[in-house]
């Protein structure tokens, strides 16, 4: 059923998109057509991209298209935009997975350790080395260890997608942040679980404080973890315009900035639909977990 | 969740004792106490920075272009000569005052809609969260490069495209609040006791929200720091040649191979702040947070 | 617990993926292929450069990226050569009839496309009719020419309407694709040319893949076999890909990088001259603009050497003229001196003694951005205060060629570049300095408006006497130099890297990398 709820959802997100990428400012018919162009060449290319036509009309041609599963076709290369993303989905998807995998793994133990020392010092040094990590511009931790790394060191490739060293460093620099979050909400929701009441009654019995931490203790927290990892993917796949750039990574990202400079609207809408779509998958399969852990909240 | 219910609106004369504590709770955490006086430096070199700067920020010495680290120039001076130091301090008044007015904005709006929207449930309240979604859905730099491309570049609009996309989360923030304080009793008897809804929201329900406003609220602006930062490396941020820390280092990034400094001490001190706004704002929620209360 | 145990499983299975998830012959490749060679004695070399490719098709690229990764594909009938000067390639020679409208070429026998097709008259033919059959940019080209005659398998004579000084130029513009792409319509998704390398793979809007092919009908040109153009957006990745040896071969370099990347064991920094002209377009149709004065001082308010050392680290030459140097017809002009105090003087004879507020627009590369600081701070010295605005590509060109009349434009100042695409003078003066050209119908963004010019300018194409066309191009160039309608700036020197191993790969005056000769040593 509420799946079903999740269709008008994305034709109001589509109708959205499409009419604020054909509002901002920019004339693919100029780009397309060239700097020293005429008049008459701009409105031809204008013409032949159906772009004449009124929004209105634009936006059922479009959807028309849609229903039956047809993206369109890119005014910049002229390829169709179903073929350009499948080409930089994969790249995405291993950069996302690669961050989150990373992210999740560190983020976890240092949330952990937090927790079972909590405000002693093992605590302050993970809370302060995650936070770190969102405190930096994540371009200029991608400018950086390209310079040591790859410059200075030789370890790995600075750019691109073509072997699994050069997934290394930007999801480095994309994991950073998420690691952070997950620290400190692993963190958090241990503090909380140690709380409880039987745990309490545990550690009177006399458990050690390991088999508390991991018998007990963080099968309760993972959840809202788990919960928090969805919706931090959620934002990755769309997020990573600008580490991207940087590692000049042929993703999703790179599309974007790419098909935004060109104006190139079927591209544009494609992409972000597609984020949306996944965005509002991720946060739906989320809420039916979090209602799940605490019923006393609906989310509908 | 127990320390919500054991404060009843009869105890408002409580909350200037509160804030004394908070500031006992603040200066017993060494990594917060640091934070927080970090955080009063730079306040205070927002407000006079720009007068006691050792050179003029804006001047050029062509004669003296990315000269490294030394007595005379501590930071080092940039690709036109300037003095990378009085830069960055005359900067701290523009970088700060962009991303906090920024998120006072966002958390405004966002307050108020998730007060609306928690409060009202129904109709409304899944219409403003649709919304919510939407704006969530929409990738941040698409709707960054939208607003900046439609209103024009400059620092007025950055705050607007930044302050829009922070309005979602405040949103959703308050409104999960909301719900839980709803259901409190104490809001049930005071509208029991024929209070206007207005009331309600605001005497009583918005006092419970303010703890998890304030710490999302010093958080966000180190988010918005390193957000109006990633504008500037677009390109899209504030005018190139005011002393934006931001807009520092993204026009010093050509550098990073053959002058360092020019990248660096930009780059360590949005570190350095954004660092303190965060643990500042972690220790905050330590204290505000009933749920890690002892 | 369990569940937990199993959780961590998961985690643990998903890093194992994801490092098998690499090739790892593919790092072999990588860290074999330092000196452009990879362990299979193949020769592979990798060239970066800034922007992506736009289109695969030959008649539809209007971007200088997308027309040279197109030349290593593709040939023209003639064609530049190193130094600039107009050499035959698929065509043997040519000769241009007395009037100017015939152009008759005599074709190269034995040369074939990459699917074993031959080439030959027909192939022209074909070509031309594709060009004129509508949407192509190439058409831009051909506006001139009326019909085409052949005689025989490899003689082709173009009639043109009126005679056009730059025609041939423009053939340097057209490269010729095999017929049976042409009727099977995939001039643009399987390239098929006659180049010295054929296409192996284009990933949309990144690599661009090229091997050798060993049918060329100028055998030896090259011995690489395969080559990858990488766009690489980021100066600073770029230049690390060079040093780690990921690039045989770069372009642009980035001029801040120019002299560490000298003192490197490897590495050699080749600097070109371009035809590249860089400048800050004035809107001369309005306040305070409109007065030549004004103009004038703005011009010796700024110091072209200083903005060369500080903006473009020392490379590159000032731009004494209305076009680079590497332009036909080029005449240097006497140049406005840097003179604070005169600046100051023109301004006050203006009314403008306090000088005025002004705004400056460029695009958002940290290039544009660094140029327009400076002419920010220069203006300030003679007291004009400007605010320097930097746009994404695309809004600006929107804001610059939207504007249906001059007095709609809201450019003040445009902080811009412009290079002739086939090094023409006609290109690099009629769409700018023409009246017939102010946006949208083309790039005159000064809104310069002097009849006289615009008439040259007609006049210059009409004649075919080479030295009466010199003497019209050098009266256009004194005069606009003179009217001041740009801030003029610099012309750029193209700077590259590339590592010792690999020779013959350089960068044309207008920026494009020409791969065609490339050998590894």
Request: proline residues 4%.
């Amino acid at each position: 059923m509420r799946i079903l709820n999740l269709i008008p959802l994305l034709i109001i997100v589509s109708f959205v998109v499409f009419m604020f990428v054909h509002i901002i400012p920019g004339d693919p018919a100029r780009l397309l057509a060239g700097q020293d162009a005429t008049r008459e060449e701009v409105e031809l290319a204008r013409s032949v991209l159906n772009l004449d036509k009124p929004l209105l009309q634009q936006y059922f041609i479009y959807m028309s298209g849609l229903f039956v599963g047809d993206l369109g076709f890119s005014i910049k290369s002229g390829a169709s935009v179903a073929q350009i993303i499948s080409d930089r989905i994969l790249p995405s998807l291993g950069l996302t997975f690669a961050s989150i995998v990373w992210a999740t793994v560190v983020g976890m133990l240092i949330g952990i350790l937090s927790a079972t020392f909590r405000n002693r010092w093992p605590d302050q040094l993970g809370m302060l080395t995650a936070i770190s990590g969102i405190s930096l511009p994540n371009f200029w931790v991608g400018l950086v260890i390209i310079q040591i790394f790859s410059v200075q060191l030789g370890w790995f490739p600075t750019g691109g997608a073509g072997s699994w060293q050069s997934y290394i460093m930007p999801s480095f620099a994309l994991g950073a942040g998420i690691m952070a979050i997950i620290a400190r909400f692993t963190r958090s929701s241990l503090v909380e679980s140690l709380k409880q009441d039987y745990i309490r009654t545990g550690r009177s019995k006399g458990l050690g404080k390991g088999s508390i931490v991991f018998g007990h203790a963080l099968k309760n927290s993972l959840i809202p973890v788990i919960t928090v990892t969805g919706l931090q993917f959620g934002f990755l796949l769309g997020g990573s315009v600008v580490v991207e750039t940087v590692f000049s990574f042929p993703g999703l990202g790179t599309l974007l900035i790419d098909s935004i400079q060109f104006r190139d609207y079927p591209v544009i809408q494609a992409l972000i639909l597609l984020f949306a779509l996944q965005f509002i998958l991720v946060n739906f399969i989320v809420d039916i977990i979090y209602g799940f852990v605490n019923p006393k909240i609906r989310y509908d | 969740m127990n320390t919500v219910t054991m404060e009843s609106p009869k105890d408002l004369p409580k909350r200037k004792s509160r804030m004394q504590k908070i500031v006992k709770e603040i200066t017993r955490k060494k990594v917060t106490l640091i934070s927080s006086i970090f955080i009063m430096i730079l306040i205070i070199a927002a407000i006079i920075g720009p007068w006691i700067t050792p050179y003029n920020p804006a001047a050029p010495d062509y004669s003296n272009i990315l000269s490294p680290p030394s007595l005379a120039h501590i930071f080092g001076t940039d690709a036109y000569g300037r003095d990378i130091f009085s830069r960055i301090l005359a900067g701290t008044q523009i970088s700060l005052s962009v991303s906090v007015s920024a998120v006072l904005i966002g958390a405004v709006i966002g307050t108020i809609l998730g007060l609306v929207s928690g409060f009202f449930g129904k109709l409304v309240d899944k219409l403003i969260m649709r919304v919510c979604d939407v704006l969530f859905a929409f990738p941040d730099i698409i709707l960054a490069i939208g607003i900046v491309a439609i209103l024009g570049p400059g620092l007025r609009n950055v705050v607007i495209a930044v302050a829009f996309f922070s309005v979602p989360s405040f949103a959703r923030l308050v409104r999960g609040t909301t719900l839980e304080v709803k259901e409190q009793l104490f809001v049930e008897s005071a509208r029991s006791m024929g209070a206007s809804r207005r009331r309600i929201i605001f005497k009583h329900i918005f006092p419970e929200t303010l703890p998890s406003i304030m710490v999302y609220f010093t958080m966000s602006i180190g988010t918005t720091i390193l957000a109006a930062a990633s504008l500037s490396f677009l390109g899209l941020g504030a005018d190139p040649s005011t002393p934006d820390w931001g807009a520092m280092l993204s026009t010093s990034r050509d550098y990073i191979g053959s002058a360092f400094h020019v990248v660096f001490f930009p780059g360590l001190i949005i570190f350095l702040t954004v660092l303190s706004f965060n643990v500042f704002g972690d220790g905050l929620r330590e204290i505000l947070d009933p749920k890690l209360k002892d | 617990m369990k569940k937990s145990i199993l959780f961590m499983l998961v985690l643990v299975v998903g890093i194992i993926l994801a490092a098998c998830g690499g090739d790892y012959d593919e790092l072999e490749a990588e860290t074999g292929s330092d000196e452009g060679e990879s362990n299979d004695g193949q020769n592979e070399i990798t060239v970066a450069i800034e922007q992506n490719f736009v289109t695969m098709d030959p008649h539809d690229a209007s971007d200088t990226v997308s027309i040279f990764g197109l030349k290593s594909m593709y040939e023209s009938l003639v064609t530049f050569d190193e130094d600039g000067e107009i050499v035959p390639a698929l065509a043997e020679e040519y000769d241009v009839s007395e009037d100017g409208l015939e152009y008759h070429f005599k074709l190269r026998e034995g040369v074939t496309f990459h699917s074993g097709e031959a080439f030959n008259a027909e192939t022209v033919q074909a070509n031309y009719e594709r060009i004129m059959s509508g949407n192509l940019s190439a058409e831009r080209n051909f506006q001139y020419i009326d019909s085409v005659e052949t005689d025989g398998d490899y003689d082709i004579t173009f009639n043109l309407t009126e005679p056009f000084s730059a025609m041939l130029n423009k053939f340097t513009m057209v490269p010729m694709t095999s017929v049976q792409s042409i009727e099977e319509e995939t001039v643009g998704s399987e390239p098929d040319g006659t180049g010295t390398f054929k296409f192996v793979e284009w990933q949309q809007g990144t690599t661009l893949t090229v091997e050798k092919f060993d049918e060329y009908w100028d055998e030896g040109s090259t011995n690489v076999d395969t080559l990858t153009f990488q766009p690489v957006a980021e100066n600073g990745s770029r230049v690390a890909m060079l040093q780690t040896g990921e690039a045989d071969f770069i372009y642009p370099l980035p001029q801040q990088n120019a002299s560490d990347l000298e003192n490197e064991e490897g590495i050699l920094v080749e600097e070109s001259p371009s035809s590249i002209a860089r400048y800050v377009s004035i809107n001369t149709y309005k306040d305070p603009y409109t007065d030549l004065k004004v103009r004038q001082a703005m011009n010796h308010a700024i110091d072209q050497e200083t903005f060369i050392q500080v903006v473009k680290n020392g490379f590159g030459n000032p731009l004494d003229s209305t076009m680079a140097s590497e332009t036909q017809y080029y005449e240097s002009q006497e140049m406005y001196e840097y003179d604070v105090e005169k600046a100051r003087q023109l301004l006050e004879e203006a009314g403008y003694a306090d000088g005025f507020e002004a705004e400056i627009w460029g695009n958002n590369s940290s290039e544009s951005i660094k140029g327009m600081e400076f002419v920010q701070q220069q203006l300030a010295e003679v007291g004009i205060d400007v605010e320097v605005k930097s746009m994404e590509e695309g809004t600006l060109s929107d804001e610059i060629y939207t504007p249906e009349t001059p007095d709609d434009a809201k450019v003040q100042m445009w902080y811009v570049s412009w290079s002739p695409s086939s090094r023409d003078a006609d290109g690099a003066t009629r769409s700018l300095f023409s009246n017939e050209y102010f946006p949208p119908n083309g790039a005159n963004t000064a809104y310069y408006d002097n009849e006289e010019v615009t008439e040259w300018i007609k006049e210059a194409n009409l004649t075919t006497d080479e030295s009466e066309q010199q003497e019209i191009y050098s009266n256009i160039q004194s005069t606009v130099y003179q009217d001041a309608p740009w801030l003029f700036l610099a012309s750029d020197t193209n700077l590259a890297g590339r590592s010792e191993a690999l020779e013959g790969v350089y960068v044309g005056p207008d920026g494009s990398v020409i791969v065609k000769n490339a050998q590894v040593k």
